[in-house]
């Protein structure tokens, strides 16, 4: 597997607990620009899917006069899909129930930084 | 003249005793155009009397003009020659509404709704009679005029239920940094208040933005296998904001200062949830 500038990023966020896969995509078109996910995951679907809420929240951000959306959170009966952008870029991190998910909005908004 | 009516036009002159009449007459509507659009209905009408949805347009044209009886007449019609007309059933409801006659306007909307449960606007609609209805303590308000200018007693039941929706999260929220609001499908504001810094009323503005992002965390779970969502939760640099499914296609809406702790604010979330969910089952 080649390495990218965000291997060090997407390999720390699919280390933590209940992790099922973690995305770098484009806030602007969904496309991937990088991922580690099970297999099974369609990871196109997720990203663009994943891009649209998080493009949608800066939207809604941005009528409220709310400043810069820093991190997502979408809770479902069977799991989370977390995110944190930064500029056109946006991590996505796909975790089971049983994820510790405070932990896990920790480590992605330390490493979002990278994210550039 | 626009590209679709031209078209539309050009089809009709071909042959004139097509149904695009109709096509063309909602289109009409659709841009503003009354006056022209009436006349295409009613020659459309002269080839085809018996068509229920040319009867249909006409009602709607009578209204866009605030012709409310004749709208009345024209949908009566479409309902004797298509008793399960839902348009026509809509359409009813309404006129009986603007007309004061709330219970009546409940037994259509009632009808229309159950045929047609994912029409945000009857859903709307039927949800706004039951709440006038309720203020109007299921008293008759007197009829209005045949124009549709509301009564008094009608315009203040109105109000009241207005009052109600502007306030419907106010004791969950009490006087902390918090506001709420509850969207429809369309992601217009059906209750609460969003009321920034500077004191602006934002609330149309933040639903506009969140139409449709409803599906979209639906479709996002769904194809991960995750199951039905029940939150969303984003964080800004000033703010966090949550967001709820409530019902089959409402949507709720907490936003709180970043000083609110994230447990807090998804407390404040459930509970503007129930309170949602019990105000838009609410009946008389």
């Known amino acids: 597997?080649?390495?990218?500038?965000?291997?060090?990023?997407?390999?720390?966020?699919?280390?933590?607990?209940?992790?099922?896969?973690?995305?770098?995509v484009s806030e602007r078109d969904g496309i991937i620009v990088d991922a580690d996910v099970q297999a099974g995951v369609d990871a196109a679907a997720v990203a663009a899917l994943a891009a649209a809420l998080y493009r949608r929240s800066r939207l809604c951000s941005e009528a409220a006069g709310l400043s810069t959306v820093s991190f997502l959170q979408l809770e479902s009966e069977r799991g989370h899909i977390c995110a944190a952008g930064r500029d056109d870029l946006v991590a996505v991190v796909i975790a089971e129930t049983g994820a510790p998910v405070a932990q896990l909005r920790t480590v992605i908004l330390q490493s979002?930084?990278?994210l550039v | 003249m626009s590209d679709e009516i031209r078209r539309l036009s050009d089809e009709l002159a071909r042959d004139p005793s097509s149904l695009v009449f109709i096509q063309l007459g909602e289109e009409l509507r659709r841009t503003g155009q009354l006056d022209l659009a009436l006349r295409v209905a009613l020659r459309g009408l002269e080839r085809?009397?018996?068509?229920?949805?040319?009867?249909?347009?006409?009602?709607?044209?009578?209204?866009?003009?605030?012709?409310?009886?004749?709208?009345?007449?024209e949908w009566?019609?479409?309902?004797?020659?298509?008793p399960g007309h839902v348009g026509a059933r809509k359409g009813v409801g309404y006129v009986l509404f603007k007309q004061g006659r709330l219970a009546e306007a409940e037994r259509y909307l009632s009808q229309a709704s159950a045929q047609d449960g994912g029409d945000p606007s009857i859903a709307t609609a039927l949800h706004m009679v039951r709440r006038m209805l309720h203020f109007a303590d299921g008293a008759e308000i007197?009829?209005?005029?045949?124009?549709?200018?509301?009564?008094?007693?009608?315009a203040e039941a109105g109000r009241r239920v207005e009052e109600e929706a502007r306030r419907l999260f106010a004791e969950i929220l009490g006087e902390g940094e918090q506001t709420a609001l509850l969207l429809d499908a369309s992601g217009l504001v059906t209750a609460g208040l969003y009321i920034t810094e500077d004191g602006r009323d934002v609330g149309q503005e933040v639903g506009a933005s969140l139409a449709?992002?409803?599906?979209?965390?639906?479709?996002?779970?769904?194809?991960?296998?995750?199951?039905?969502?029940?939150?969303?939760t984003f964080e800004t640099d000033?703010?966090?904001?949550?967001?709820?499914?409530?019902?089959?296609?409402?949507?709720?809406?907490?936003a709180a200062a970043?000083?609110?702790?994230?447990?807090?604010v998804r407390r404040v979330l459930q509970q503007c949830g129930r309170r949602a969910s019990v105000w838009l089952g609410a009946t008389v």
Do not use: Y
């Open chain 1, 1 to 24: 597997m080649s390495t990218t500038q965000f291997t060090g990023l997407i390999s720390t966020l699919t280390r933590q607990r209940g992790v099922l896969g973690c995305l770098v």
């Open chain 1, 112 to 114: 979002v930084d990278s």
């Open chain 2, 48 to 73: 085809h009397p018996h068509d229920a949805d040319a009867h249909d347009l006409l009602a709607r044209i009578h209204v866009d003009r605030n012709e409310l009886t004749a709208a009345f007449d």
């Open chain 2, 76 to 82: 009566d019609t479409v309902l004797k020659l298509a």
């Open chain 2, 142 to 154: 007197p009829q209005a005029s045949a124009d549709g200018n509301g009564t008094a007693p009608l």
């Open chain 2, 212 to 232: 449709g992002i409803r599906d979209e965390a639906a479709r996002a779970a769904e194809h991960l296998g995750l199951g039905a969502w029940s939150s969303v």
């Open chain 2, 238 to 254: 000033v703010a966090t904001v949550a967001m709820a499914p409530v019902l089959d296609d409402s949507l709720v809406l907490v």
């Open chain 2, 258 to 264: 970043r000083s609110v702790p994230l447990g807090l």
